[in-house]
């Protein structure tokens, strides 16, 4: 298998860092774009610093929106993943700096450079893409593939609002043009995440037998896993990773399908809501290929392996 090429839209976030350092241990990290969400911009901006650090990256960091397209948030996810969205450890101030240049622009950039080569990772609210969609409306034709970490195809989801996600309901707006624009990609929904989680025991022993990445993940991990215990959800539940094992290694998908699906933007009761057209009522064309289901086994081995747990 050749490396991915990564271009990593994201908002660190604990399940953000082990899914960027999944992306280090097994493909390229050509940049990340930085989206506020779980926690403001500010800190997310920090935390991809932290993490270039830790893994001495030489990719380069852009800063991009520190708000939603249209609508101000009505919740951030500071109280999963602490309030500096790294588990409140207060790491010392990181010697990684971010580049000047807006992320937005940077991905339209990067991707003008290396047409077709590069694997654009969605981990965030949808923010930053969707702007770059605004400014050039053919970046999809030089994305080789887009991989998306949101939405909630049965209509659990994890926000207060009923039937969202946390990704696409922090900015419904951006998730719209997003979902418009591209004609196909993969989604690896909220749902799919709850079904492909770890066993405690066992991702404790990998954090265990791991390297300095394995601490440091089990510093920040602390607080959503108290929030965890505190909600009734036993094992480990990491979407950004289970995105990133599928950015990584497409054939890790074991089943799809795929639909037309649509961003929910004026409900009474349904803002944010992933809509899904199961049954091609709607004559839009099915852009994208849900997962449903991935090889568990090897979704375990990209995960230790950038845990430096072998
Ligand atoms: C998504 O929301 C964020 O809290 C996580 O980092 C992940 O990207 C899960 O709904
Ligand atoms: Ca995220």
Redesign the pocket.
């Given at each position: 298998m050749t490396r991915a090429r990564l271009l990593i839209d994201?908002?660190?976030?604990?399940?953000?860092a082990l899914?960027i350092l999944m992306a280090h241990a097994h493909a390229d990290i050509v940049a990340l774009s930085i989206a506020a969400?779980?926690v403001g911009l500010g800190h997310t901006v920090r935390n991809a610093r932290v993490l270039k650090d830790l893994v001495h990256g030489r990719f380069p960091i852009h800063a991009g929106c520190a708000t939603p397209l249209v609508r101000a948030p009505d919740e951030d996810?500071a109280q999963?993943?602490g309030a500096d969205g790294l588990g409140d450890v207060g790491f010392p101030e990181p010697a990684a700096s971010a580049e000047a240049e807006a992320a937005a622009l940077a991905l339209l950039r990067l991707t003008r450079e290396r047409p077709g080569e590069l694997t654009l990772v969605a981990?965030?609210?949808l923010t930053n893409i969707a702007l770059a969609l605004r400014l050039d409306p053919t970046l999809p034709q030089r994305v080789r593939r887009l991989v998306v970490?949101?939405g909630?195809v049965t209509g659990h989801?994890?926000?207060r609002s009923l039937p969202a996600?946390?990704?696409?309901g922090?900015d419904p707006e951006a998730a719209h043009v997003v979902f418009e624009a591209f004609p196909a990609f993969d989604l690896v929904d909220?749902e799919l995440?709850l079904r492909h989680g770890f066993v405690d025991a066992e991702f404790d022993a990998w954090l265990a037998a791991g390297d300095a990445r394995a601490r440091f993940f089990a510093k920040v991990f602390g607080t959503a896993r108290a929030y965890n215990a505190r909600h009734d959800r036993s094992g480990v539940v990491a979407?950004?990773a289970l995105?990133m094992a599928v950015a990584i290694d497409p054939t890790i998908v074991t089943r799809a399908e795929t639909r037309a699906v649509a961003i929910e933007l004026d409900g009474r009761l349904t803002r944010g809501m992933t809509v899904v057209d199961w049954n091609g009522r709607s004559g839009c064309a099915a852009q994208a290929r849900i997962v449903l289901e991935i090889d568990q086994a090897r979704f375990v081995a990209l995960v230790r392996g950038a845990l430096g747990a072998h």
């Open positions: 994201t908002d660190p976030g604990v399940d953000d899914a969400g779980n996810a999963v993943h981990l965030a609210p970490m949101g909630a989801g994890n926000t996600e946390f990704n696409i922090f909220w995440t979407a950004d995105a």
